[in-house]
């Protein structure tokens, strides 16, 4: 009874910070009117300028910023070994960062990150609007992380010109962090909406119920940082080291851990079912087995954005009769053909595959040696099938087709979005951008490139959906169902031993003569009182 206590306690008061959480997004709850402030009245003529505005007050900020994965894109894994971070990391989607910062970096809490040079030490180069802001900020790609200030034309010389924002107007109206906060670079990851995760889309800033129980916009509403929870700006859970078994009770609110607060266990327990006690107790067992994501997110991309399941790179580069770059679209709108990036893969309500996971991933880096005659792992998950610290995990696969030298094998980053000679998008030079990707990571490069097949993997832990729609017992428990390829699990229903099957029904038929037995007692008992 305690437990249970303690449980709805804390059930409680998730919900009333999820509460508590809305109000003060509008401003409602927060003790200070950022309006009011003198330091905020402007003008600004950059993002740093409002920034050393910030320090007055929040004069810890930067410095606890700049500590974190956020502001480094850096970070070595402990359980590996490996040395990874966005700066450096290879991906199956835009490939690489590296000689592209102009362009990818406006997606760094930062400003300015041009090239390898930028200054990670510059507390005026954190960006606390992109986090903090409640609408209107924009940091456009091609201005190095900057917000445009004065009316630019980009990219030059195109015609096309990006319209300034009112920094004085948007840093007098800040707030915590929002979902579309976050989802302005984690929805958008890989050049569109929904692109990379496939969990991650703009549809949850107005999520349903049906889509996602815990940001439901009418229910919970919870923010990100509900979940990621942060201790002096470092946030919680992390793809690149996850916690893919927690087999604890439920967190305290309030209560320090070494746990990671982002896990389901942190709020749910590892029993997390308690409706119908033989059913509860059924469906518990399974989560020595199971991560909770697996019954509890039958599908992603499920909100009406398309999630990129593939990506050739090796057809980018077609023009049109007139020599110019264009697009394909499928009958939904999709762009299925870019002459600057390739052929796409489209996929919505997706099936999750499913895999043994540990938490443990490890990556193939640019000085990796590869095997250009299988598909090339860009990540791999980790996790010994029926390991206690491993359990079931829902998975997108996603397929790529990129660049690599033949000579040296090893993967390379082309240079492809920065307006210039050497940029693929600007010239459709395979060895140019190539050459000019090589010498911004300070790889060698032979000269010699083909392309070839990747994989790369994505946990799928967001889009809960309601546990009525949670994935139904015959769904695993069937022949060619979710789990047909998993091993190290007796699975019923799938899995067959003559043994095993006759105790089985032994067992079921004795359930059910003393169920009978017990029936006809009952209705012995009964005549004999009416005697």
């Known amino acids: 009874m305690r437990h249970r206590a303690i449980h709805a306690l804390f059930a409680l008061a998730v919900l009333m910070a999820g509460t508590a959480g809305a109000v003060g997004a509008s401003g409602k709850a927060s003790t200070a009117d950022h309006s009011k402030f003198e330091e905020l009245a402007g003008p600004f003529d950059s993002g740093p300028a409002v920034t050393r505005a910030c320090l007055k007050c929040h004069t810890e900020a930067s410095h606890q910023i700049m500590q974190t994965r956020h502001w480094t894109w850096d970070y070595a894994n402990p359980a590996t070994g490996q040395r990874l971070g966005k ?8 490939i690489g960062d590296q000689s592209n910062e102009p362009f990818c970096q406006s997606c760094h809490i930062g400003y300015g990150w041009k090239d390898k040079h930028f200054d990670f030490s510059d507390a005026s180069r954190v960006d606390c609007l992109a986090c903090h802001n409640t609408g209107e900020y924009t940091k456009p790609f091609g201005f190095a992380g900057n917000p445009v200030t004065v009316r630019s034309e980009y990219p030059p010389g195109s015609g096309k010109f990006v319209e300034p924002i009112d920094l004085a107007k948007i840093a007098q109206a800040v707030g915590p962090t929002r979902r579309d906060n976050c989802g302005a670079c984690h929805y958008y990851g890989g050049g569109g909406d929904g692109v990379k995760h496939g969990d991650l889309d703009s549809s949850l ?4 119920h049906a889509l996602d129980v815990h940001m439901d ?4 509403n919870f923010r990100c940082s509900t979940c990621h929870v942060s201790d002096q700006h470092a946030v919680a859970g992390s793809r690149i080291a996850m916690t893919a078994a927690d087999p604890h009770p439920a967190l305290l609110r309030g209560e320090k851990s070494e746990r990671n607060p982002a896990a389901c266990q942190a709020c749910h327990g590892d029993k997390p079912h308690k409706e119908g006690l033989l059913a509860a107790e059924r469906l518990n067992a399974h989560t020595d087995t199971l991560a909770c994501q697996t019954c509890h997110i039958p599908a992603f991309a499920r ?5 990129k399941m593939a990506w050739d790179w090796s057809q980018a580069g077609q023009l049109s009769a007139e020599g110019k770059p264009f697009q394909k679209k499928d009958d939904h709108g999709h762009v299925i053909y870019d002459s600057k990036k390739g052929a796409f893969v489209h996929g919505q309500n997706v099936t999750p595959a499913y895999q043994w996971f540990d938490g443990r991933v490890t990556y193939t880096l640019l000085n990796d040696t590869i095997d250009p005659t299988t598909r090339v792992p860009i990540n791999v998950f980790h996790g010994e099938p029926g390991a206690p610290n491993a359990r079931i995990w829902p998975v997108k696969v996603f397929h790529g087709r990129q660049p690599y030298d033949t ?3 090893t993967l390379l980053v082309p240079n492809v979005a920065v307006p210039g000679d050497t940029s693929f998008w600007y010239n459709f030079d395979w060895s140019r951008a190539l050459a000019a990707g090589a010498e911004a990571t300070g790889a060698p490069f032979s000269g010699k490139y083909d392309f070839v097949d990747t994989q790369m993997l994505w ?6 959906a309601p546990k009525e729609k949670a994935v139904a017992c015959h769904e695993c428990h069937a022949d060619g169902g979710r789990l047909a390829g998993i091993e190290g699990v007796y699975l019923p229903g799938r899995d067959r031993s003559p043994w095993l099957d006759r105790l089985g029904w032994l067992a079921a038929l004795a359930a059910l003569l003393g169920v009978s037995l017990h029936a006809i007692a ?6 004999r009182k009416e005697d």
Do not use: Q, Y
């Open 87 to 94: 700066k450096t990391m290879v991906n199956a989607f835009c």
């Open 205 to 208: 800033n107005t999520a349903t």
């Open 217 to 220: 916009k009418d229910g919970l």
């Open 303 to 307: 909100g009406g954005v398309s999630t």
């Open 407 to 409: 000579e040296r094998k």
């Open 459 to 464: 946990p799928i832990t967001h889009m809960v």
């Open 522 to 527: 009952r209705i012995l008992t009964h005549l």
